[in-house]
């Protein structure tokens, strides 16, 4: 679907030539071109269902350059294969569904100029957004700038890591997007005591919050690829080693 709500932008008001929104969900699309238009932030103002439709539209125009707002499902796969627009010039935001960390991982290694979070979405937010891309600037919410903060800690910090068995149990059960009372549950321990566990995690792993813990975890290869079932297939291993070494201690 397209829209131009041309009538009620006056170009010599807009700071910038053209601004296309691509989401694959009708009310999300529709919802940010009216939300654009209020704002009066371009003399063009377009919506399409894909990147490519958008990118085509861009092509064909006489615009001098261009803002990009990308969102949905299909978003970051279609510009990962198409890349940025062959022309006009165009500054691409993409807008992050959540924050999870694989969503966050895809999105860092795609061709854009900022990012902003679905749930920060307001008119307020969108003026502050254009403004900060007309001065050059490179928009983030605060955990994709954690995100990326820890991915560069990640790749300087090789020093080793020493765990207890019951912190490697809890960071299996962090890396697996367990919340401190379902950990707590799994292992049999208070809450307070996986905070505990938690706070030492945080330090040793030189992170700042669970979600860089669980994408260091898995680059430093402290935890296995695949998510874990429970606590109890967390600790199989671990005490059938320390079972073994008791009954060794006892002969």
């Not at 990012?115 to 979405?121: A, G, H, K, P, S």
């Not at 900060?132 to 700038?145: G, V």
């Not at 938690?198 to 296995?224: D, I, Y």
């Amino acid at each position: 679907m397209t829209r131009t709500p041309a009538t009620s932008l006056r170009g010599d008001q807009a700071a910038i030539p053209t601004v296309v929104v691509c989401d694959d969900r009708d009310v999300m699309r529709l919802g940010l071109v009216e939300m654009l238009d209020a704002i009066r932030c371009a003399a063009d103002l377009k919506g399409f269902t894909s990147v490519p439709d958008g990118w085509a539209y861009l092509a064909d125009s006489s615009a001098a350059g261009a803002v990009a707002i990308l969102g949905g499902n299909s978003a970051p796969f279609e510009l990962e294969r198409a890349g940025r627009p062959s022309r006009p010039p165009t500054r691409i935001v993409l807008m992050l569904r959540d924050s999870e960390a694989t969503r966050l991982s895809v999105a860092a290694g795609l061709p854009v100029d900022g990012f902003f979070l679905e749930e920060d979405l307001s008119t307020s937010m969108l003026r502050t957004l254009l403004s900060r891309l007309e001065n050059r600037e490179f928009p983030m919410p605060a955990p994709m700038a954690e995100f990326l903060l820890g991915q560069v800690r990640g790749s300087s910090d090789s020093s080793p890591v020493r765990l207890s068995s019951r912190e490697q149990a809890v960071l299996r059960l962090v890396a697996d997007g367990a919340t401190n009372k379902i950990i707590a549950d799994e292992l049999g321990i208070s809450v307070h005591g996986v905070k505990h566990h938690v706070a030492n995690l945080l330090k040793q792993l030189n992170c700042a919050n669970r979600t860089e813990v669980a994408s260091m975890a898995m680059r430093r290869g402290l935890v296995p690829a695949e998510p874990a079932r429970s606590a109890g297939h967390v600790l199989q291993g671990l005490s059938g080693r320390h079972g073994a070494a008791s009954h060794r201690s006892r002969q």
